[in-house]
């Protein structure tokens, strides 16, 4: 009786194990892919329109100055010259002058090197940013929106003349509208490119996608509007540091604690961080960030177009 009443609870003791090894398992599988998924936005875009001859490398890695979009190529092919190659699509043809030229080939970052970029200022916490990064002598890049009003125009000419790298994020930052077609991105970039250059004088060559290169919005153009923008010759990024200001509830500590555990897991990092006019824990926090940074003798320094890209993009194309 004894004997088979231990048999029994023997028994049920090996598929209770059997079982909790199973969802051990499937928590740890959870774990990882979420990981992935939260590293790494999925690549599910469209196809493009463009023949495959035009397209550019994803990333400038592998971009010299021959490859760059140039006026005459386009005009080319937009006149129908060249050898009855299908036409190519109408938007290639717009903003004649809305070519980044000659581009300086990437070159490798030195290790432990970190870019602070910040998006969709201008604002009031702009100014009082600038100083924080003055302090302690540190370079950052500002990927900027279209704010016209005088304060946010003073700060983006502060930007610049106090050294720091200025991009086209967006001048409407309306993800349905500019993603809605290559040419309605277009149209949103140039205005934003042209106000960059009529404040600051700066002719900026990078960007970054509002949302990030892959988003909800642009499934279906993403990949076209890309190809259409590399042919131009312009150098976007996207993050591999998420400091998650953006996030509901975010506070100085957690931005501090998501840039600070995702800069120790890259020997290179771009760092997403914000600088509207609500983003007071951003600027509260960034000294902190900054010195504990540089005393684990991390470096600063601004995106530009020699920057290599690719180890910063979400979507990779081959
Ligand atoms: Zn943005």
Not at 62 to 86: D, I, L, Y
Not at 126 to 134: A, G, H
Not at 221 to 245: K, L, P
Not at 256 to 269: A, E
Request: hydrophobic share 35%.
């Amino acid at each position: 009786m004894i004997h088979l009443a231990s048999r029994f609870f023997q028994r049920k003791l090996r598929s209770l194990t059997i079982v909790s090894a199973a969802f051990v398992l499937i928590l740890v599988i959870g774990a990882v892919t979420f990981q992935f998924r939260k590293n790494m936005a999925p690549c599910h875009l469209a196809k493009p329109v463009m023949a495959a001859a035009e397209m550019r490398p994803i990333g400038n890695a592998q971009m010299n100055t021959q490859s760059t979009g140039s006026r005459e190529e386009s005009t080319a092919s937009s006149s129908g010259v060249s050898s009855g190659k299908e036409a190519p699509p109408a938007y290639q043809t717009m903003y004649p002058d809305l070519y980044a030229g000659e581009l300086v080939p990437a070159a490798a970052p030195k290790e432990k090197t970190v870019y602070l970029t910040f998006d969709d200022g201008p604002s009031n916490l702009t100014i009082p940013l600038l100083n924080v990064l003055d302090t302690y002598h540190v370079k950052a890049t500002f990927f900027v929106v279209g704010h016209t009003d005088r304060q946010s125009l003073k700060a983006m000419k502060e930007i610049v003349n106090r050294g720091h790298a200025i991009g086209v994020h967006s001048y409407t930052h309306q993800f349905e509208q500019i993603y809605a077609s290559p040419a309605s991105f277009l149209e949103d970039y140039a205005k934003m490119h042209d106000l960059i250059k009529s404040t600051t004088g700066v002719d900026t060559k990078i960007y970054r996608y509002a949302g990030g290169s892959v988003n909800d919005y642009n499934k279906n153009t993403a990949r076209d509007i890309i190809a259409e923008m590399n042919r131009r010759g312009y150098v976007y990024y996207d993050w591999n540091v998420d400091s998650g200001d953006a996030e509901k509830g975010a506070t100085a500590k957690s931005i501090y604690r998501n840039v600070i555990s995702g800069v120790h897991r890259y020997s290179n990092s771009v760092v997403l961080l914000h600088n509207t006019k609500f983003k007071g824990n951003t600027l509260k926090v960034m000294a902190k960030i900054i010195k504990t940074l540089k005393n684990e003798s991390y470096s600063f320094d601004v995106l530009g177009p020699s920057v290599d890209s690719s180890p910063y993009l979400f979507c990779k194309i081959p």
